[in-house]
């Protein structure tokens, strides 16, 4: 999903791009999902069909390692959140790319300084979290470890400018870098919230959708609480801080779900129950929502 997603982000600004899967029947799934979301933006007024086969002419599957290796200048790993796994990968890369070539991870929460740990140039070697769809959200999170080189961070960053995204440098390699912090420290206070009964999930929902997260597009936290005054801010801070959820541990109302196997829209219930027409609503309210969101950007 990220990979096809990624490789499709590039293509349409003209770069050529190698897409490999070691899966069998992966690459071709693969391009027939970047030619919906081409068809599905195109529908939306972004983009055009008649620049489709040129965007999937410059995507080429392949399926041996060293072959998608060959000539590259950037590579980003998108393979599901297994540190052994992106270990032996990276390693790989390592051996077989030049010492110019960008060595990028699309992690979402790993250390990306133990990603590429077992490799020789690691000056090479940093993070690019896109947020999914990546062809629709224009954030990329570029995370520096202690070893990597300016270089390869000024180079990523203006490659990731030039194909229309939004990259933001983070200059430590911490879990969950900055974008993923601060949502899941959110969702721990929302789920803190259910379980400890002071309102519903619904409620919850609609406190954020309705609420300061319609601000949220306009204005960050801190240029919120800059606006307000950090006087004031402080001032909150020190009553309320104390009555938040500050467990490190997951919650055991997450535990009780997750083990009675109620995982949400896979399951069709979680913290609250849906039907399978519910789940495709929400999702299409989405994308939906992104199209129209990108379309006014362009």
């Known amino acids: 999903m990220m990979g096809s997603g990624i490789a499709l982000v590039f293509a349409s600004k003209g770069y050529h791009v190698k897409l490999y899967d070691a899966m069998e029947g992966a690459l071709p799934k693969?391009?027939?999902?970047?030619?919906n979301n081409l068809e599905m933006m195109a529908k939306s007024g972004i983009g055009n069909l008649a620049e489709m086969e040129t965007?999937?002419?410059?995507?080429?599957?392949?399926?041996?390692?060293?072959?998608?290796?060959?000539?590259?200048?950037?590579?980003?790993?998108?393979?599901?959140?297994?540190?052994?796994?992106?270990?032996?990968?990276?390693?790989?890369?390592d051996s077989v790319c030049p010492v110019e070539t960008v060595l990028a991870t699309n992690t979402s929460v790993?250390?990306?300084a133990e990603i590429g740990a077992k490799t020789r140039c690691q000056e090479r070697i940093l993070g690019a979290h896109f947020w999914n769809p990546p062809?629709?959200?224009?954030?990329?999170?570029?995370?520096?470890?202690?070893?990597?080189?300016?270089?390869?961070?000024?180079?990523?960053?203006?490659?990731?400018?030039?194909?229309?995204?939004?990259?933001?440098?983070?200059?430590?390699?911490?879990p969950g870098?900055?974008?993923?912090?601060?949502?899941?420290?959110?969702?721990?206070?929302?789920?803190?919230?259910?379980?400890?009964?002071?309102?519903?999930?619904?409620?919850?929902?609609?406190c954020i959708k309705y609420g300061f997260g319609m601000r949220l597009p306009v204005l960050g936290p801190i240029e919120t609480a800059d606006m307000v005054g950090l006087d004031l801010t402080l001032a909150i801070h020190k009553y309320i801080l104390k009555h938040l959820e500050n467990s490190p541990d997951a919650s055991p109302l997450l535990e009780a779900k997750v083990a009675r196997n109620e995982?949400?829209?896979?399951?069709?219930?979680?913290?609250?129950?849906?039907?399978?027409?519910?789940t495709v609503a929400s999702k299409n309210r989405l994308i939906e929502h992104l199209l129209k969101l990108n379309k006014n950007n362009t």
């Open 55 to 93: 965007i999937l002419g410059k995507i080429h599957p392949i399926m041996d390692f060293e072959l998608a290796l060959t000539d590259v200048q950037f590579v980003i790993e998108c393979v599901f959140e297994d540190l052994e796994l992106k270990q032996q990968i990276f390693r790989q890369m």
């Open 135 to 174: 062809f629709l959200v224009p954030l990329v999170e570029v995370i520096k470890t202690e070893n990597t080189s300016d270089q390869a961070m000024d180079e990523t960053v203006k490659l990731l400018k030039m194909v229309g995204k939004h990259p933001v440098r983070v200059n430590k390699d911490v």
């Open 263 to 278: 995982l949400g829209f896979k399951t069709g219930q979680g913290f609250q129950s849906w039907t399978s027409e519910e």
């Open 177 to 206: 870098f900055v974008g993923n912090r601060l949502q899941h420290a959110l969702w721990r206070e929302a789920i803190s919230i259910v379980e400890k009964g002071i309102a519903d999930a619904e409620t919850v929902d609609e």
């Open 30 to 35: 693969a391009l027939a999902g970047i030619r």
């Open 110 to 112: 790993m250390s990306i």
